[in-house]
T-cell receptor, first 113, second 111 residues
């Protein structure tokens, strides 16, 4: 199993451009999460999903949108990128129920100029 | 507001030394997890503690959950260079399992 796969691994955007980050998991997990990691800030939850077709806001949702049309995929969109969105983005998934372990992807490093 | 405070933020030690990393909060968590993250990779779960006062051991790593479920510690005995990494604690609250992460402790073990 590949686990959690994020694409792309690196991306450079200009201010105002849009892009979509893709997260795919092959473990049939119900829950999926998007985090951003910034120096000195730790991991902060952007959006999450508790199942196919559902999404919810996390701690820092402004400027981002998400979709979970298929159970295995969780997309994170930036409609109009800003320099403040320069960060490393991590996707994670969890089986659900009493299973507490989060599986993380290897991250996407995004720079907005 | 940072709900989980980790200390120290940075730690550089020599191989063979012991160390303790702390994770403190004023909030109660249903469970607390410890992750290790290496450069260019996502965090990997080390352990989950659920019960107040619980102690779990993973080889040279000992994890403890405070009696009030507000704090936790990670103790490493005889640290090795392979222990180098960013150690993150994360507290869980609510049925949707939204984890709150601490800022992490960057550990460097020098040979």
């Amino acid at each position: 199993n590949a686990g959690v796969t994020q694409t792309p691994k690196f991306r450079v955007l200009k201010t105002g451009q849009s892009m979509t980050l893709l997260c795919a998991q092959d473990m049939n997990h119900e829950y999926m999460y998007w985090y951003r990691q910034d120096p000195g800030m730790g991991l902060r939850l952007i959006h999450y999903s508790v199942g196919e077709g559902t999404t919810a806001k996390g701690e820092v949702p402004d400027g981002y949108n998400v979709s979970r049309l298929k159970k295995q995929n969780f997309l994170l969109g930036l409609e109009s990128a800003a320099p403040s969105q320069t960060s490393v983005y991590f996707c994670a998934s969890r089986k659900g129920g009493s299973e507490e372990k989060l599986f993380f992807g290897s991250g996407t490093q995004l720079s907005v100029l | 507001t940072q709900l989980l405070e980790q200390s120290p933020q940075f730690l550089s030690i020599q191989e063979g030394e012991n160390l303790t990393v702390y994770c403190n909060s004023s909030s109660v968590f249903s469970s607390l997890q410890w992750y290790r993250q290496e450069p260019g990779e996502g965090p990997v779960l080390l352990v989950t503690v659920v019960t107040g006062g619980e102690v779990k051991k993973l080889k040279r790593l000992t994890f403890q959950f405070g009696d009030a479920r507000k704090d936790s510690s990670l103790h490493i005995t005889a640290a090795q260079p392979g222990d180098t990494g960013l150690y993150l604690c994360a507290g869980a609250r609510g049925s949707n399992y939204k984890l709150t992460f601490g800022k992490g402790t960057l550990l460097t073990v020098n040979p």
